[in-house]
């Protein structure tokens, strides 16, 4: 069965043009996964369609209001039967856990992932306790709604996806996949404006290739992602392997 993507929010029109191209409108096209989405607003209870009011305690901006919000979500699981081992719900908001690689990994495996995107000054606090949604944000900066975040978790997830990439290993090889970044890459010509692509790689010499590539990932994580949650070779764990490693390069 393909992995289905439930998406809650005030902004439908959003994401149509994301999900219709490239990768994500191929996968889609070949039914690796579906996408529906549901407008909060059909589930506000004035003529207004107003789903957010005003803070108690005073300040400024509007909070997401618990009923419709409530509302939108049972309706949802509702519409819908799927092994809950394999269903997976988050909220997106800046206070959730960081999005890493390896949670994108575990997301791919779902079979239904419902996202619920906030907006304004974001959820009245009872949506957090009283749904049983992961917390889920996509980097320590705010936006001004779930849709983008939510889109970033559609895309990171579809790639994943048996079929989605024309090649097979292209996500493999990606960066964080083996707890390193990606080594550089390069195309033709060989010299341009006076930048010469590394001798190895035109070299036909695959084993060499295959050592520089990783020599090189490991460098750029050690330079570039020390202490990242994200990006961490096993072989620079401890501080040991770590000189040893930098030492080799
Ligand atoms: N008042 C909130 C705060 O300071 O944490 C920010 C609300 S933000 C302007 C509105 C909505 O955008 C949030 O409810 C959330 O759904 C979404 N959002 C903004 N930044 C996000 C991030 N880094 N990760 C995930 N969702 C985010």
Not at 192 to 211: C, D, Q
């Amino acid at each position: 069965m393909s992995l289905q993507f439930d998406i809650l929010t005030i902004f439908p029109g959003m994401f149509p043009g994301v999900v219709g191209e490239s990768i994500l409108g191929r996968a889609r096209e070949k039914g690796l996964y579906d996408v529906h989405l549901t407008d909060l607003r059909d589930f506000a209870h004035d003529r207004h369609r107003s789903i957010d009011d005003r803070p108690y305690g005073g300040g400024p901006g509007m909070v997401f209001k618990p009923e419709p919000v409530f509302e939108a979500v049972e309706s949802v699981l509702g519409r819908r039967r799927a092994d809950p081992e394999r269903t997976r719900r988050l909220i997106l908001t800046p206070e959730g856990k960081r999005l890493e690689q390896e949670h994108v990994r575990d997301l791919a495996r779902a079979e239904w992932i419902i996202l619920l995107c906030g907006h304004y000054e974001g959820f009245d606090e009872r949506i957090f306790l009283g749904l049983d949604f992961e917390r889920v944000s996509i980097g320590d900066y705010v936006l001004s709604g779930g849709e983008i975040p939510a889109l970033v978790i559609l895309d990171a997830v579809v790639r994943l996806l048996p079929g989605a990439l024309g090649h097979p290993e292209s996500s493999l090889q990606e960066s964080f996949e083996d707890g390193t970044l990606d080594h550089p890459q390069y195309t033709r010509p060989p010299v341009f404006r006076g930048m010469a692509v590394p001798e190895v790689l035109l070299s036909g010499n695959h084993a060499e290739i295959a050592e520089w590539r990783r020599r090189e990932a490991l460098r750029r994580t050690h330079e570039r992602r020390e202490g990242s949650p994200g990006a961490r070779p096993p072989q620079l764990e401890g501080s040991t392997a770590k000189s040893l490693e930098i030492e080799s390069f």
